[in-house]
């Protein structure tokens, strides 16, 4: 009897632990639906991530751009409120003593500044031909606001321009082609197609669609090309201009 008895509760405490096994294991259908739904959370969030750290990469690309606006503000300082010359040619060893990048070493101190975290460009590496040149930086200065050698630039002071605010002074650079081994861009050159000229010097779509700009004040937007630069559609010799913010005489 009491033997009986025993069993009986042993077999009851096996059944309710196999009972509260089952209970807690997951069915395939329920693994799967979990599965699915991590899946599904997945998807949603990457897109979101991606974006993110594509805002972070642009927002360091302002925060460069700043830096150099600064470093060439201190060097004007110093040198009769003299923008700096440009070096670097588009295709060409060109004149590296002169280029901007080496006349602010003394300002800018932090090598980083020159180089934009979204930049892809292969020429890091690997030289472009035939002169097998290098990059050396993401960004590049406006030819209209060059000091050319021997001070002959046209806007070569700070104090010469009228519209700071919207004359722009430093682009992200193209990362392939000729341009993209140089140090300034050539926006006198564009009336004729813009379209397919300037994506040629400016990288501008590097930051979601848009590029970074760095005015003649110093301060830093992100626009679409359209923004800084739009011919009148009504054509006509001299072009006529709805936004031009690389001339210095019409910056707007």
């Not at 642009?58 to 110093?78: D, E, K």
């Not at 409120?81 to 588009?90: I, M, N, P, Q």
């Not at 630039?153 to 000729?178: C, M, S």
Request: glycine share 8%.
């Amino acid at each position: 009897m009491v033997r009986s008895v025993w069993w009986m509760n042993v077999e009851m405490v096996r059944t309710q632990l196999t009972c509260a096994h089952r209970a807690r294991a997951f069915t395939l259908a329920e693994l799967l639906v979990v599965v699915a739904i991590m899946a599904l959370l997945i998807a949603i969030l990457l897109p979101s991530l991606g974006k993110a750290r594509k805002q972070a990469k642009a927002t360091v690309c302002m925060s460069n751009l700043r830096g150099l606006g600064l470093a060439v503000r201190m060097y004007s300082m110093v040198n009769e409120d003299r923008l700096v010359t440009a070096g670097l040619g588009h295709g060409s060893s060109g004149n590296p003593q002169g280029a901007w990048i080496n006349l602010l070493r003394r300002e800018y101190h932090d090598e980083l500044l020159l180089r934009c975290p979204a930049d892809k460009s292969p020429h890091w590496q690997t030289p472009l031909a035939p002169h097998n040149l290098l990059r050396r930086v993401s960004y590049a200065n406006n030819w209209y606001t060059v000091d050319r050698v021997g001070g002959k630039g046209p806007f070569n002071r700070f104090g010469l321009f009228v519209r700071p605010q919207t004359t722009v002074y430093i682009v992200d650079l193209a990362e392939k082609g000729p341009f993209a081994v140089a140090d300034h861009i050539h926006p006198e050159t564009w009336f004729s197609n813009p379209a397919v000229i300037a994506p040629k010097q400016i990288a501008i779509k590097r930051h979601l669609g848009k590029a970074n700009y760095s005015f003649i004040d110093t301060h830093i937007e992100r626009l679409r090309f359209d923004q800084t630069y739009q011919l009148d559609p009504g054509g006509g010799f001299p072009p006529r201009f709805i936004h031009n913010m690389y001339d210095p005489a019409i910056g707007r």
